[in-house]
């Protein structure tokens, strides 16, 4: 027990727009559309939270923002903010799905627990295994001439591991960038490869085996979530590991997808396990199966990037990196009163207590969409 009492709930709702447009197997995204949750405690602490759906894969941001109003709100006044597993079994039971809501409510909580303790959110989940970690830029732009010029400064960042997103145009397209890129970097360049659901069965070991010839590192949801078996099949047959995204929300969908072996890969979420303590739950099934995980995000601010980055700094073992470029590389402004740290192509791990990062509300006042939920 603390001597803290949650006294407030906020919901704001905010749309960030994007530099470029950025395209995907299963749609285009031109911004930064989430709900970002502020808990005020009666001793005058405020924690920070993100729900950054995709309406595509997880759910929207005005569901997200009525979840933590309507349905969370009433259950947490007056309730000790450090009881995280309380709440968020509550959030479990009185709210199917919506788990981006849900993983705002832990951000927040955990935020304020940090700030009570001294203790950053990686200490609160176990403890911090590293202090930076690769980061991945996704190269989506319809234009790929613009996406070149984006690489070529990016490379002078230091940024070395590039996300093909493919399956939204032709496959000679896929086929013509990634061959570009690996003739103009060589082998000094991370190549990873990812449909978002983009292929269909029939042909997507034939379209990944084109693809292998420039030696990804690994091919992301080639096909529809819910075409597991396939997504199985294409596993077993393919050389370079298969990662599972959507296919693999959250714990029982690790377990699921480590007894069929979907994949060699789960990408972990926040924003798809509902939370950092079952996206953790999510990477011990892996471990145990012999699974490999990856830092994913959706689109989020610094706010969402630095609790994902808190996460992927307390798992036991990272070798494929992370990817949590939104904040400094795709939105037009962030949220954060101090930049979003990535420095050399790689993410630093916030430090201080929480989160290690603070909201600038002007920001939120100046991209909101309407009045918060009080
Ligand atoms: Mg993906």
């Known amino acids: 027990m603390s001597d803290h009492k949650i006294q407030s709930l906020r919901a704001h709702r905010i749309n960030i727009p994007a530099k470029a447009v950025h395209s995907h197997g299963s749609g285009d995204v031109t911004g930064i559309h989430v709900a970002i949750l502020e808990i005020t405690t009666d001793t005058g602490i405020t924690g920070w939270g993100e729900a950054s759906p995709w309406p595509v894969f997880t759910g929207t941001a005005e569901a997200a923002s009525a979840a933590l109003h309507i349905h969370l709100r009433p259950h947490l006044i007056g309730q000790d903010p450090v009881q995280v597993e309380k709440h968020m079994n509550m959030a479990e039971k009185v709210l199917i799905g919506h788990p981006e809501a849900k993983a705002a409510l832990e951000m927040a909580l955990l935020d304020i627990t940090g700030k009570i303790t001294g203790l950053s959110v990686c200490e609160l989940v176990g403890g911090k295994m590293r202090n930076d970690m690769g980061m991945s830029f996704s190269i989506a732009n319809p234009d790929f001439n613009a996406d070149l010029d984006d690489v070529a400064a990016m490379w002078d960042d230091g940024v070395r591991i590039f996300k093909f997103k493919t399956g939204f145009a032709d496959h000679k397209f896929d086929v013509m960038r990634v061959e570009k890129l690996r003739k103009i970097y060589g082998d000094e360049v991370d190549i990873r490869i990812d449909y978002n659901q983009g292929l269909w069965a029939y042909d997507a070991v034939r379209c990944i085996r084109d693809l292998e010839a420039f030696r990804p590192t690994f091919v992301e949801q080639p096909v529809k979530l819910h075409e597991r078996e396939a997504l199985a099949h294409i596993t077993h047959v393919i050389d370079t590991p298969i990662m599972a995204d959507e296919s693999v929300f959250d714990p ?68 494929l990196e992370a990817e949590f470029y939104m904040a400094t590389y795709y939105a037009a402004e962030d949220i954060l009163t101090e930049p979003f740290p990535v420095k050399h192509g790689r993410i630093h791990v916030p430090t201080g207590p929480g989160l290690g990062v603070e909201v600038d509300p002007e920001m939120l006042a100046k991209y909101a969409v309407c009045a918060p939920l009080m």
Do not use: N
């Open 252 to 319: 029982k969908g690790a377990l699921y997808g480590a007894q069929h072996r979907i994949a060699d890969i789960f990408s972990l979420k926040i924003m798809k396990s509902g939370g950092i303590r079952r996206a953790l739950e999510v990477a011990a099934i892996a471990r145990a199966a012999g699974i490999e995980i990856y830092g994913g995000c959706m689109f989020e601010t610094g706010l969402a990037h630095a609790a994902g980055t808190h996460l992927m700094a307390a798992v036991p073992d990272l070798v």
